[in-house]
């Protein structure tokens, strides 16, 4: 069984653009979370998708938003980017919401804003 | 402040054994993860203490006590390989139920 792909691995933006980040959860797992992961900050949520629901979000401002598709597929975008938006980009998927305690995460994208 | 309080950085020789503990202060979970993460890698789950008590998987082992709102994550018969970060992480039902890691300690393993 694939595992959760994440598309681009890289990505170089500018301050002031938009970037959207693609994940492909695991075949059947329709939960698909998104996290920020920064030296200093760890781990951050940024949000929850369920059946194409977001269930949860993060302490993030609106700039980042996300969407899940019929097959379970995620996206995520963040506009108007900043230098802090750098940072690597994880999405998890797993069977189901937030009963699940085990999460498959992507390998995610490193976003570098310059 | 964060809800989970882990130590940075860990260093051990390869056979030791190494103990990572996770101090909580969130009211009420549902239950504690650990997850690992080798540089430029993806977090990989570990283990999963619903309840009280020990969870072992070979050579690692999870303790959680609720009582004392901490657990625990133990490398026994450290390999190099093992070096890694090391994430705890909670579903805090205060926060509607997402997943809050700890701030990861860094397992170094040398010769």
């Given at each position: ?21 693609s994940c492909s959860p695991i075949s059947g797992h329709r939960s698909v979370s998104w996290y920020q992961q920064t030296p200093g900050q760890g781990l951050q949520f940024l949000f929850e998708y369920f059946s194409e629901t977001q269930r949860n979000k993060g302490n993030f401002p609106g700039r980042f938003s996300g969407r899940q598709f019929s097959n379970s597929r995620s996206e995520m975008n963040v506009s108007t ?34 | ?111």
């Amino acid at each position: 069984k694939a595992g959760v792909t994440q598309t681009p691995r890289y990505l170089i933006k500018t301050r002031g653009q938009q970037v959207t980040l693609s994940c492909s959860p695991i075949s059947g797992h329709r939960s698909v979370s998104w996290y920020q992961q920064t030296p200093g900050q760890g781990l951050q949520f940024l949000f929850e998708y369920f059946s194409e629901t977001q269930r949860n979000k993060g302490n993030f401002p609106g700039r980042f938003s996300g969407r899940q598709f019929s097959n379970s597929r995620s996206e995520m975008n963040v506009s108007t980017l900043e230098l802090g938006d750098s940072a690597l980009y994880l999405c998890a998927s797993s069977l189901v919401g937030t009963e699940s305690y085990e999460q498959y995460f992507g390998p995610g994208t490193r976003l570098t804003v310059t | 402040g964060q809800s989970l309080e882990q130590p940075s950085e860990v260093t051990a020789v390869e056979g030791a054994i190494v103990q990572i503990n996770c101090t909580y202060q969130t009211s009420g979970f549902y239950g504690l993860s650990w997850y690992q993460q080798h540089d430029g890698g993806a977090p990989t789950f570990l283990s999963y203490n619903a309840l009280d008590g020990l969870e072992e998987t070979g050579r690692f082992s999870s303790f959680l006590s609720r009582s004392d709102s901490y657990g625990y994550l133990l490398l026994q018969e450290l390999q190099m390989k093992d070096s890694a970060s090391y994430f705890c992480a909670v579903r805090e039902r205060a926060a509607g139920n997402k997943l809050t890691f700890g701030g990861g300690t860094r397992v170094l393993v040398k010769p």
